[in-house]
C-alpha cells in the first residue's frame, strides 16, 4: 500500500474508493496519457514491469452496487452450507442472460438469480420474464427465478406483474437486505404465498 501511494504522490497513479472507505478496497488506475508530473515514457515503463495492459479504469457506479449484491447474495448462500453450485451470468451472445444460477441441498430444482438495483419501467421487467418464459418452453426443464429488489414497493410491482403473465409459483421475490442478512430465512414471495428456503418451497405451478 505505501508504494502504491508512493507513486500516487509522483504523480503516477491515481485511485478511487467508490464509497467503500477504506484504503484496502481502493481501485488504482496508472496514468496512461502525460501528466505535468507524470511523462508518458516513465508510464509506459512501469505498466512494462508490471506487465498490465491498458484498461479504462473507470466503473459504473450502478454496476458495481449491482455485482457486489450479487456477490453479497453467494456469500449469504455459501455460509448456510446448503449451496451445492454457483455460475456466474449467464451468456449475452445465447441471448439468456441471468445475474447467478445456484442450486441448494433443500430445493430440487435450479435457481436463476436477478438482482433488481433500481426501479425498472415495466416493460424491462416484462421483457426480462419472458426470456424465463420462452427458456422453459424451449427446455421444458423445471427452474425457479428468484428476483432481489432493494424495497418493498418493488416486490408488490413484480408480484403484481406475476400476477399478470398468470406466472406459476417458480417466479419468487425477495428484498435483498433481507436476503442478504438471512438467506435462508428471509422472506420469498410468489403472487400465491410467502415463504422461506429453510421450508420446502410450494410445488412448481407452470405457466399459464
Request: glycine share 4%; hydrophobic share 35%; with cysteine.
Amino acid at each position: 500500500m505505501k508504494n502504491l501511494k508512493k507513486l500516487e504522490r509522483d504523480g503516477l497513479l491515481k485511485s478511487k474508493s467508490y464509497g467503500l472507505g477504506e484504503d484496502s478496497a481502493k481501485l488504482w488506475q496508472i496514468y496512461t496519457s502525460k501528466t505535468a508530473t507524470s511523462p508518458k515514457r516513465i508510464q509506459d515503463k512501469v505498466l512494462k514491469e508490471l506487465g498490465f495492459e491498458v484498461t479504462n479504469w473507470e466503473v459504473h457506479s450502478a454496476l458495481h452496487k449491482h455485482d457486489k449484491v450479487v456477490a453479497d447474495c453467494f456469500v449469504s448462500l455459501a455460509i448456510t452450507n446448503e449451496l451445492l453450485s454457483w455460475e456466474g451470468e449467464g451468456n449475452q451472445k445465447s441471448g439468456f442472460r441471468y445475474d447467478a444460477k445456484f442450486e441448494i441441498s433443500s430445493v430440487q430444482e435450479p435457481f436463476f438469480l436477478e438482482v433488481e438495483i433500481s426501479d425498472k419501467g415495466d416493460k424491462r421487467l416484462l421483457e426480462k420474464i419472458e426470456n424465463y418464459v420462452a427458456y422453459y418452453h424451449k427446455t421444458k426443464e423445471p427452474f425457479n427465478v428468484l428476483f432481489t429488489v432493494p424495497h418493498e414497493a418493488f416486490l408488490e410491482r413484480l408480484i403484481n406483474l406475476f400476477a399478470e403473465r398468470k406466472l406459476g409459483s417458480q417466479y419468487m421475490v425477495a428484498v435483498q437486505q433481507e436476503f442478504v442478512a438471512d438467506a435462508l430465512n428471509a422472506p420469498i414471495t410468489t403472487r400465491f404465498d410467502t415463504f422461506n428456503l429453510s421450508n420446502n418451497i410450494p410445488n412448481s405451478i407452470p405457466t399459464e
